[in-house]
DNA sequence: TCGCTGTAGTTAGAACCTATAACGCCAGCC
DNA sequence: GGCTGGCGTTATAGGTTCTAACTACAGCGA
């Protein structure tokens, strides 16, 4: 995560601490919940009393938001590991579904309910939009069918054509720009389901679903 | 809710003292979330001071289990009234995301972070699969294209042929099975983005989504 | 090498929270 | 019309986050 070389003793050992915490954070929120992650007790856990802790994270919620920057940064360094060897929208959905399912609740720190009030630091966008353009890379790197040239073009496609902010300077297509978003909405939608265990008792096998939206991304 | 007619008195007033607890547990979890709710705060507003509350609701899990009881059943009745004059997919989507909108706090009491340990009681799983059986109803009534037809089958309509223990007794096709299932995944996946604030910024219309993902259901 | 300084730890305590226990009162039931 | 059980109270235990005040020592600069 954060680099200790090139620090002043302190500086390293704060930046150890700083990770030893995270890291019974982590523990605490894959067994029981974000809700149920204290202080007090990773405190404990680290050998010091209560309040010491503190002297590494202001608050609760600056060590939750250090958490889900942590998040964003694992996805997004995930996702552009599989991008470095070219891949495309299919690659990139295993990729991502492995991800996901190696730590649910911390696929539900970035995507799951969000807090009423709280607005992501620009940094954390920053990361999203990271994530984003690998997912347009990979969308303009995925062959269509002969078939899809031909269907006409939607409301969405005319919208996405004049809406562009979200790509920055990617160099996308308006197609592109549509396929990588049904695959965001629609993987999201698959993996939320499945890993909050709303399939459990179904008898469903959630990889068939993503298969079929796969295929179905490249037919339009 | 709960009918409060036909009932000894002390049973009526009690009723009403519940409903009330549980009107004021909702603008808690719109306004601050699920985490916020206190039972304390709750008490004084309904103007009784703290363990009083304990005499209605045994804990706050059972309080938040009742409010998610109450939410299933407040999807559930809102689609029922949709399939009551036979609504379609499309109908149906709409229908949701209203209902979504509505609340989006009450939206990821059910669709958004599970608690690692947590199952819901059977009763509510029942109400679940009430939601299920309506889906099924609108993708049987909804038509196809004609192109559909001739597409050959995929993995999934194998495996749903084969697993058919979530439809329970209703006559749904293997086709029918499948459109419900994209449609809920898909559906979820825009929804969930969108009302945790993931498109914000981005400047997307996410009811353009709905639409392309609607006539793309209809396509096959 | 020495002394200063600031960081990291301590305990105490305030202000919340959930939840239980013990007790009183009065409305509704028989 | 009396009994009883449900509903309210306060007190209390143990949990939480977080602040304040204080100490000790490690690392830094001279």
Do not use: C
């Amino acid at each position: 995560m954060t680099d200790p070389s090139g620090q002043s003793p302190r500086e390293r050992y704060r930046v150890q601490v700083r990770e030893e915490v995270k890291r019974h954070a982590w523990e605490q929120i894959a067994t029981a919940g974000v809700p149920a992650l204290s202080l007090n007790a990773i405190a404990k856990q680290v050998g010091m009393s209560g309040p010491a802790l503190y002297r590494y994270f202001a608050s609760r919620d600056e060590l939750i938001t250090e958490l889900i920057r942590d998040a964003y940064r694992s996805l997004a360094d995930t996702v552009h590991e599989a991008a470095g060897d070219g891949a495309d929208l299919s690659r990139l959905a295993w990729t991502i579904r492995d991800w996901a399912r190696a730590d649910p609740q911390r696929y539900f720190l970035i995507f799951g309910t969000p807090v009423p009030g709280y607005h992501a630091p620009d940094d954390i966008t920053a990361i999203s939009s990271e994530v984003m353009a690998v997912l347009l890379d990979a969308s303009a790197a995925t062959s269509l069918n002969r078939a899809a040239a031909t269907t006409k073009r939607t409301p969405l496609d005319i919208h996405l054509d004049i809406h562009r902010d979200w790509v920055g300077d990617h160099p996308a297509t308006g197609e592109t720009m549509r396929r990588a978003l049904l695959f965001w909405t629609r993987l999201h939608g698959i993996l939320s389901l499945d890993l909050a265990g709303h399939f459990t008792g179904m008898n469903l096998n959630p990889d068939l679903l993503i298969t079929e939206e796969l295929t179905a991304l490249r037919g339009r």
